[in-house]
């Protein structure tokens, strides 16, 4: 009896794992296809590369909705390539913002001089209370916005911090992708040109 409760629940678990991985393999063939498209814009291995920094930079930003336009904007002065940018911006998702938002809001505390654990305290009250809020349909948005007030600053000023590293990180990685893709497009125009299609 034991053992066939045992079987059953681990069949159970193993269904859900599978599950989860067949979710997992859509998502890493849309990733694969999103780095291919930003691998073959036509602008140099520089101009790509910053263009995708300035998505990752925006992508780290607390503001949501408008970092694609954010993003967009930065490629746009930095005359470097808006799709590489707007591809850049899927860096931020809802398997990553946890860690994005928790790494700006950690940065945020620690350049303002904050206790950082009355920070991680304020921090989880604050969640708390927002979702009762949200719960609540006669809550006012005052409420919401008595909460959020404190964290604000902290997310803004750590995402800008976070925004920047990782920025600076996807730079090169990039930069160095497109330049070997770009070489090898290049050695494989050239040499099929003498031949007839």
């Known amino acids: 009896m034991v053992r066939r409760d045992l079987r059953e ?69 930095l005359r470097v390539s808006i799709p590489a940018a707007l591809l850049g911006t899927f ?8 860690a994005i938002w928790s790494a700006s809001y950690v940065a945020g505390v620690w350049v303002l001089g904050h206790d950082p654990a009355y920070a991680a305290e304020h921090f989880v009250e604050t969640a708390n209370a927002l979702s009762a809020t949200l719960r609540a349909p006669s809550a006012s948005l005052d409420t919401a916005v008595v909460y959020l007030s404190p964290i604000v600053e902290p997310m803004i000023i750590g995402g800008l911090i976070v925004g920047l590293v990782a920025a600076v990180f996807s730079y090169y990685p990039t930069r160095q992708a497109v330049r070997v893709f770009q070489k090898r497009r290049k050695l494989h125009e050239t040499g099929s040109a003498g031949f007839p299609s």
């Open 9 to 77: 629940k681990l069949s159970v678990a193993s269904d859900v794992a599978g599950r989860w991985a067949l979710k997992l393999v859509p998502l890493r063939k849309h990733l694969h296809y999103y780095w291919r498209r930003m691998l073959r814009l036509r602008a140099t291995p520089h101009e790509v590369a910053l263009g995708c920094a300035a998505g990752v930079f925006a992508a780290c930003t607390p503001f949501l909705g408008f970092q694609m336009a954010l993003a967009g904007a930065l490629a746009f002065l």
């Open 91 to 98: 860096v931020g998702n809802p398997l990553s913002w946890p």
